[in-house]
């Protein structure tokens, strides 16, 4: 019952097998489908680390050309020297002339100037010329230059940009669009953000300016730029960002060129290696699906700031402004809108997109392969399969060890592709699914290993010593269920005499349990000593087997000492029997030991019924060690070995040959042996005379010489340790050969009757 209760479990626990494999399937399609956006997020911090560790390195463009892209800050300094912000366009328009002056090759407003400008003289008539005591400075206004017209004409020198913010919200109109887009390939191959229109700055003013391009960016869920946009898509047309807009007129260039390389006759498999860029003239730059830049960021390479303060003053330095590009942002605290970094530092969005513009004429872009999705939930379906697989078959510290390796070559591999190729490989989400499929296998396997402890530990804690339950319990691996083929010592042992001690303690069974309880206890002590299994009980019968179900390569050494033992503690249970039997006033009779041993290849496994069942041995020499303990009483000495067990055994303990045993129509004769002691015995000189004229009654016997072997079986008997039975028996069988010889078949063996 316990092995069909085993088995069930194990059913049980096999049909949760599948479940590592389904959870590797969902976390694939929660990566696919990515709900809001998670998966996404959590790769791009995972990339944010490579950057920390590999940040973009300076590059100079030219040696005459160190820092081509400058932001003029509109700070707070500038703002406490010059005012609050909105500043008058007119000192908008002469920060524009003195940039130029200085050689700066583009002008870009990271800002919209979405209406009029406030302090202009004409919208102040329109405030004011209504108001007590104001009639008279209506004149003096009108003459004054209106200040987005000064703006508007310092803007029109061909090298200035203005922007507009994307806007979805009712009302938006698209901006003016400064250069035309060409596209190659199918339009479908970029999923833009669609815009309804923007929040512009007004048209005066754009159509001033030699560029206008959008100033948006799009921070990720936690805050963090990590694209910047190129192009967006407003009404279904095309319109540049300012970064964009500042590279075509640094670059001269008259229009975009957007490339993807899937066409109409690409194959179904063309999505593996589809890619997106923009070209503007010398300049090729790789973008998103979504028309967006991958920022890379940098300590070393940074824009260098400008407080527009600085530029405004006489006396200014302009050396640094020529030829370069400059962006003009304003970053005071109540003003500018702080974005996180991929290096984890806050900055304005002007300097992002100086930062952007470094990286483009660099040359340093980062780039996801477009198979790149595929190839991580490839690698981690294999991997996480493989994984389970070896999970479920070898130790959880190896398949422990494999996973931590399998990991961590894939996040070594992906941050060398970062360092080395600039490629965006992530190792995040595979091994996030081969991590978690592994610990759901481990757990079932956690289980099922437990779920085998339990039985091992119900199985076998009656017959095992508590240590080798512990140690089987440890490794289930080593129990074969279902059968195996071990060779195994078995020993049967009971009491001899008992039926006298029945019969005197008839009126007190308790003491009668009492006793046979404490030398079944004391007896299985002596097993378990000797790293024995208590096989099962039978009255005051005891099977024990050494070598199954543990591995004991000196099982045979094993149960010869164990029955030394038993037989040295024999005495301090009579002692106990005699102290007893004198409280009842019974009379006493001694009791003896009977034991059977014998080696040899045997069958062991769980065996029973439906009901019932227990792991145990059966097989040739089971049977013989039965048989040989059964014999013990006719042959006089307490231990009967089998020739098997003498085999392994003879060198070291002190045994002699008693007879060669044949069973009517059953095994071929065999040699038994009386184990009469230790190896300190067998060195005994006593023994020794014993030993020799013990061998000279046998091969007297066996030469069928009587009276020479009936005067040695006399002279033998008067030895130290003599035993007194096997000689009478020996006299017996000598005294009857003489007056009936056996055949001539005869072979010095005794016919046992079958049982």
Same mark, same amino acid.
Request: charged share 20%; aromatic share 8%; hydrophobic share 45%.
């Given at each position: 019952?316990?092995?069909?209760?085993?088995?069930?479990?194990?059913?049980?626990?096999?049909?949760?097998?599948?479940?590592?494999?389904?959870?590797?399937?969902?976390?694939?399609?929660?990566?696919?489908?990515?709900?809001?956006?998670?998966?996404?997020?959590?790769?791009?911090?995972?990339?944010?680390?490579?950057? !920390?560790?590999?940040?973009?390195?300076?590059?100079?463009?030219?040696?005459?050309?160190?820092?081509?892209?400058?932001?003029?800050?509109?700070?707070?300094?500038?703002?406490?020297?010059?005012?609050?912000?909105?500043?008058?366009?007119?000192?908008?328009?002469?920060?524009?002339?003195?940039?130029?002056?200085?050689?700066?090759?583009?002008?870009?407003?990271?800002?919209?100037?979405?209406?009029?400008?406030?302090?202009?003289?004409?919208?102040?008539?329109?405030?004011?010329?209504?108001?007590?005591?104001?009639?008279?400075?209506?004149?003096?206004?009108?003459?004054?230059?209106?200040?987005?017209?000064?703006?508007?004409?310092?803007? *029109?020198?061909?090298?200035?940009?203005?922007?507009?913010?994307?806007?979805?919200?009712?009302?938006?109109?698209?901006?003016?669009?400064?250069?035309?887009?060409?596209?190659? %390939?199918?339009?479908?191959?970029?999923?833009?953000?669609?815009?309804?229109?923007?929040?512009?700055?007004?048209?005066?003013? *754009?159509?001033? *300016?030699?560029?206008?391009?959008?100033?948006?960016?799009?921070?990720?869920?936690?805050?963090?730029?990590?694209?910047?946009?190129?192009?967006?898509?407003?009404?279904?047309?095309?319109?540049?960002?300012? !970064?964009?807009?500042?590279?075509?007129?640094? =670059?001269?260039?008259?229009?975009?060129?957007?490339?993807?390389?899937?066409?109409?006759?690409?194959?179904?498999?063309?999505?593996?290696?589809?890619?997106?860029?923009?070209?503007?003239?010398?300049?090729?730059?790789?973008?998103? =699906?979504? %028309?967006?830049?991958?920022?890379?960021?940098?300590?070393?390479?940074?824009?260098?700031?400008?407080?527009?303060? =600085?530029?405004?003053?006489?006396?200014?330095?302009?050396?640094?402004?020529?030829?370069?590009?400059?962006?003009?942002?304003?970053?005071?605290?109540?003003?500018?809108?702080?974005?996180?970094?991929?290096? %984890?530092?806050?900055?304005?969005?002007?300097?992002?997109?100086?930062?952007?513009?470094?990286?483009?004429?660099?040359?340093?872009?980062?780039?996801?392969?477009?198979?790149?999705?595929? @190839?991580?939930?490839?690698?981690?379906?294999?991997?996480?399969?493989?994984?389970?697989?070896?999970?479920?078959?070898?130790?959880?510290?190896?398949?422990?060890?494999?996973?931590?390796?399998?990991?961590?070559? @894939?996040?070594?591999?992906?941050?060398?592709?970062?360092?080395?190729?600039?490629?965006?490989?992530?190792?995040?989400?595979?091994?996030?699914?081969?991590?978690?499929?592994?610990?759901?296998?481990?757990?079932?396997?956690?289980?099922?290993?437990?779920?085998?402890?339990?039985?091992?530990?119900?199985?076998?804690?009656?017959?095992?010593?508590?240590?080798?339950?512990?140690?089987?319990?440890?490794?289930?691996?080593?129990?074969?269920?279902?059968?195996?083929?071990?060779?195994?010592?078995?020993?049967?042992?009971?009491?001899?005499?008992?039926?006298? !001690?029945?019969?005197?303690?008839?009126?007190?069974?308790?003491?009668?349990?009492?006793?046979?309880?404490?030398?079944?206890?004391?007896?299985?002590?002596?097993?378990?000593?000797?790293?024995?299994? !208590?096989?099962?009980?039978?009255?005051?019968?005891?099977?024990?087997?050494?070598?199954?179900?543990?591995?004991?390569?000196?099982?045979?050494?094993?149960?010869?000492?164990?029955?030394?033992?038993?037989?040295?503690?024999?005495?301090?249970?009579?002692?106990?029997?005699?102290?007893?039997?004198?409280?009842?006033?019974?009379?006493?009779?001694?009791?003896?030991?009977?034991?059977?041993?014998?080696?040899?290849?045997?069958?062991?496994?769980?065996?029973?019924?439906?009901?019932?069942?227990?792991? *145990?041995?059966?097989?040739?020499?089971?049977?013989?060690?039965?048989?040989?303990?059964?014999?013990?009483?006719?042959?006089?000495?307490?231990?009967?070995?089998?020739?098997?067990?003498?085999?392994?055994?003879?060198?070291?303990?002190?045994?002699?040959?008693?007879?060669?045993?044949?069973?009517?129509?059953?095994?071929?004769?065999?040699?038994?042996?009386?184990?009469?002691?230790?190896?300190?015995?067998?060195?005994?000189?006593?023994?020794?005379?014993?030993?020799?004229?013990?061998?000279?009654?046998?091969?007297?016997?066996?030469?069928?010489?009587?009276?020479?072997?009936?005067?040695?079986?006399?002279?033998?008997?008067?030895?130290?340790?003599?035993?007194?039975?096997?000689?009478?028996?020996?006299?017996?069988?000598?005294?009857?050969? =003489?007056?009936?010889?056996?055949?001539?078949?005869?072979?010095?063996?005794?016919?046992?009757?079958?049982?």
């Amino acid at each position: 019952m316990a092995k069909n209760n085993q088995r069930r479990d194990h059913r049980r626990i096999q049909r949760f097998y599948p479940l590592p494999a389904l959870l590797l399937a969902l976390v694939a399609l929660f990566v696919l489908s990515d709900p809001a956006a998670w998966a996404e997020t959590a790769r791009a911090k995972f990339f944010d680390l490579y950057q !920390v560790l590999a940040p973009r390195p300076a590059t100079p463009l030219s040696q005459n050309d160190t820092q081509p892209v400058i932001v003029i800050d509109i700070d707070s300094d500038s703002r406490l020297r010059y005012g609050a912000w909105p500043w008058p366009r007119t000192r908008l328009a002469e920060l524009v002339q003195r940039t130029r002056s200085h050689g700066a090759r583009v002008i870009g407003f990271d800002m919209v100037f979405a209406g009029r400008d406030q302090t202009s003289p004409e919208q102040m008539m329109e405030t004011w010329w209504n108001r007590p005591g104001m009639t008279e400075l209506v004149g003096p206004l009108s003459r004054l230059p209106d200040h987005d017209a000064v703006f508007a004409e310092a803007l *029109s020198g061909g090298d200035t940009i203005t922007g507009f913010a994307l806007s979805n919200a009712k009302g938006a109109v698209p901006p003016v669009l400064k250069a035309p887009f060409e596209r190659t %390939g199918i339009p479908g191959a970029l999923s833009l953000p669609a815009f309804s229109g923007a929040v512009t700055t007004i048209r005066p003013l *754009s159509l001033s *300016s030699a560029g206008v391009g959008a100033v948006t960016l799009t921070p990720g869920r936690d805050g963090v730029v990590r694209t910047v946009p190129l192009v967006a898509q407003i009404d279904g047309a095309l319109y540049p960002s300012v !970064v964009l807009e500042t590279l075509r007129l640094w =670059q001269g260039s008259s229009g975009y060129q957007i490339k993807t390389n899937r066409t109409r006759e690409a194959n179904a498999l063309s999505f593996l290696n589809a890619s997106s860029s923009i070209t503007l003239g010398a300049l090729e730059i790789p973008m998103t =699906q979504a %028309g967006e830049l991958r920022f890379y960021d940098s300590r070393a390479d940074t824009p260098m700031v400008l407080p527009a303060w =600085q530029l405004l003053e006489e006396g200014f330095d302009g050396a640094p402004l020529k030829d370069a590009l400059v962006l003009i942002g304003a970053s005071a605290e109540d003003t500018a809108h702080f974005l996180g970094a991929p290096l %984890g530092t806050a900055l304005p969005g002007t300097l992002i997109k100086a930062a952007a513009l470094r990286q483009i004429m660099s040359s340093d872009f980062l780039f996801r392969p477009p198979w790149a999705l595929w @190839a991580e939930l490839g690698a981690m379906l294999v991997i996480g399969l493989l994984i389970i697989v070896i999970t479920y078959k070898t130790r959880l510290i190896w398949a422990g060890l494999i996973t931590t390796l399998m990991i961590g070559s @894939a996040v070594s591999g992906s941050y060398l592709l970062f360092k080395e190729m600039a490629w965006l490989v992530d190792p995040l989400w595979p091994s996030i699914g081969v991590l978690l499929s592994f610990a759901l296998a481990a757990l079932i396997v956690t289980i099922r290993t437990e779920s085998e402890k339990s039985y091992v530990r119900k199985a076998f804690g009656n017959y095992l010593f508590p240590d080798a339950v512990t140690a089987l319990a440890k490794s289930t691996s080593q129990l074969k269920f279902s059968g195996e083929s071990r060779t195994a010592t078995i020993m049967f042992c009971d009491i001899r005499g008992l039926t006298p !001690v029945e019969e005197a303690f008839r009126d007190n069974p308790r003491e009668l349990v009492a006793l046979i309880s404490e030398f079944l206890t004391l007896m299985t002590r002596h097993i378990h000593d000797a790293h024995g299994a !208590v096989n099962r009980y039978i009255g005051d019968q005891i099977m024990a087997v050494w070598n199954a179900p543990l591995d004991d390569p000196a099982h045979e050494r094993h149960a010869c000492e164990c029955a030394l033992r038993m037989l040295e503690s024999l005495d301090k249970l009579n002692e106990r029997l005699e102290a007893l039997c004198l409280r009842h006033d019974v009379t006493y009779t001694p009791i003896h030991l009977g034991i059977g041993i014998n080696s040899g290849e045997s069958t062991a496994g769980i065996m029973g019924s439906d009901l019932r069942d227990d792991y *145990s041995v059966l097989g040739r020499p089971v049977r013989t060690a039965s048989r040989l303990h059964r014999y013990s009483e006719h042959y006089g000495p307490a231990i009967i070995i089998g020739e098997a067990t003498y085999s392994a055994i003879h060198h070291s303990f002190a045994l002699l040959e008693i007879d060669v045993v044949e069973v009517k129509g059953s095994e071929d004769p065999m040699r038994v042996f009386a184990l009469l002691g230790n190896p300190v015995m067998k060195a005994n000189p006593r023994f020794r005379a014993l030993e020799e004229a013990h061998e000279k009654i046998f091969s007297a016997y066996r030469s069928r010489n009587w009276d020479e072997a009936l005067a040695h079986t006399y002279q033998t008997a008067k030895l130290s340790g003599a035993m007194p039975t096997l000689y009478e028996l020996y006299e017996n069988r000598i005294l009857h050969f =003489q007056h009936n010889a056996p055949d001539e078949k005869w072979i010095g063996a005794f016919t046992a009757p079958l049982r």
